[in-house]
């Protein structure tokens, strides 16, 4: 298990803890318990307000809340209080394993009786969601920023201070008012994936406020610091929400039918593989002809500096896609997938119509690295669709070849690439 080699390398290097959110986990998890639905508070009881008050912080004080520090432990790690994996994302086959765990926790103790117990360990599912969201967190590798320092110089008044403080530390209240929540599965490792993927929503949203956080500190403008807190926190609030209703739902094993239904598809074009480790794509993994740098979600860049709708050429005439994925030639995206949830695999593979006309591209779909599905398809041809079956499928890698004498015009999407339960 590779979280065992990171826990083994962490063991080695002094115990600094990596603080995200301080005060604000406390309104962050207030504002997310405040929208569950009566029925889930009830089940909660007097749970309910120490999951807010005390529990979400159960990671951070694993050190002085000896009792409650179990709660934070993983078995795969028996040796480490203080897991770092709660507070700083690694790769996503690694917190994966981490939401699974305490996810599964959660609700066995749920479904066992033991609410409290349940309550500590959604405490800790839910530190975990927020410190991964905060602003604090959001630049790899330079947690007290450091290196960002060097880009942004800091004002006399902020020199010589580390940022990863300033940056998270607030006296705010969150509300998500009229926000339902949504329920990401109906086990505990469908639920977990999904989580993994709506958290990487909470992730690039705070990416996009620390830099005005850190201009609004060097300005000491105390209300555009809160404001852009509060920007994070909101996200962060809407994430935990959907992670306590499912958890709870999976508790109790009470699904809307609405929302069981909604479930049973899902389409991944805006999920990030595996091999944008940082939750972006790396240009050296990706860098091809006609793309300029990377694969593009929901958009295709034409000559490197026009973003344009994704558009495929079908029997009916052409049709635009909101969700797919533009990407060059030679390197596989790849998704984790939750083993034995998802039944087929469909996806409509071809060139842009205009861009592409001159392109010709070979499709290939492998799932654990075998074939799966494979076309090829010059530009003036019309999309077709692939379907696969990916029943015991854990990895399924999209990948494109070059198949023609003029690369620039290989503009090829994947749109809409579907998982369906049977």
């Not at 880009?151 to 006399?156: N, R, S, Y």
């Not at 984790?336 to 593979?349: E, Q």
């Not at 198949?403 to 369906?420: F, H």
Request: proline share 6%; charged share 20%; aromatic share 8%.
């Amino acid at each position: 298990m590779r979280l065992l080699h990171i826990a083994a390398l962490l063991s080695l290097m002094p115990v600094v803890p990596a603080f995200g959110w301080g005060q604000p986990h406390h309104a962050i998890t207030r504002g997310a318990l405040e929208v569950l639905p009566a029925w889930q508070k009830a089940l909660l009881g007097d749970e309910f307000a120490k999951l807010g008050d005390n529990y979400c912080m159960i990671p951070d004080n694993v050190f002085t809340d000896k009792e409650n520090a179990k709660f934070a432990k993983m078995e795969s790690v028996p040796n480490e209080v203080y897991l770092k994996i709660l507070h700083l994302p690694t790769q996503q086959p690694e917190y994966l394993e981490v939401l699974r765990y305490f996810m599964d926790k959660a609700v066995t103790a749920l479904r066992d009786g033991k609410t409290g117990d349940a309550a500590r360990f959604m405490g800790t599912i839910c530190h975990t969601l927020e410190d991964y969201g905060s602003p604090s967190h959001t630049v790899p590798g330079d947690n007290m920023f450091t290196l960002l320092q060097q880009f942004m110089p800091p004002t006399d008044p902020m020199k010589d201070q580390l940022m990863h403080g300033p940056i998270e530390n607030g006296d705010f209240s969150v509300s998500i008012a009229g926000y339902q929540p949504m329920l990401l599965g109906t086990t505990v490792n469908e639920a977990s994936w999904r989580l993994m993927h709506r958290l990487h929503e909470g992730i690039l949203n705070a990416r996009t406020t620390t830099v005005p956080i850190i201009q609004a500190l060097y300005a000491e403008d105390k209300d555009a610091i809160v404001k852009h807190q509060l920007r994070a926190a909101t996200v962060d609030a809407q994430v935990v929400a959907d992670a306590l209703f499912t958890i709870l739902s999976l508790g109790a094993q009470k699904f809307e039918a609405t929302a069981d239904a909604a479930t049973k598809r899902v389409q991944i074009g805006a999920f990030l593989p595996i091999e944008a480790e940082s939750l972006y794509y790396p240009q050296a993994q990706f860098f091809s002809s006609p793309h300029w740098g990377f694969p593009q979600s929901g958009r295709i860049l034409a000559g490197g500096n026009k973003a344009m709708p994704l558009k495929l050429r079908l029997e009916a005439g052409d049709k635009e896609f909101a969700n797919g994925i533009s990407a060059g030639m030679g390197k596989s995206l790849t998704f984790l997938l939750p083993k034995g949830v998802y039944a087929r695999f469909t996806v409509l593979a071809g060139l842009h119509p205009e861009l592409g006309a001159k392109g010709r591209v070979e499709f290939t779909i492998t799932g654990d690295g075998k074939p799966l599905a494979s076309i090829t398809l010059n530009g003036t041809d019309p999309a077709k669709l692939l379907e696969c079956d990916i029943s015991n499928v854990s990895q399924l890698a999209l990948s494109l070849t070059s198949r023609g004498l003029d690369p620039k015009s290989n503009y090829a999407i994947w749109a809409e690439p579907t998982l369906m339960k049977k």
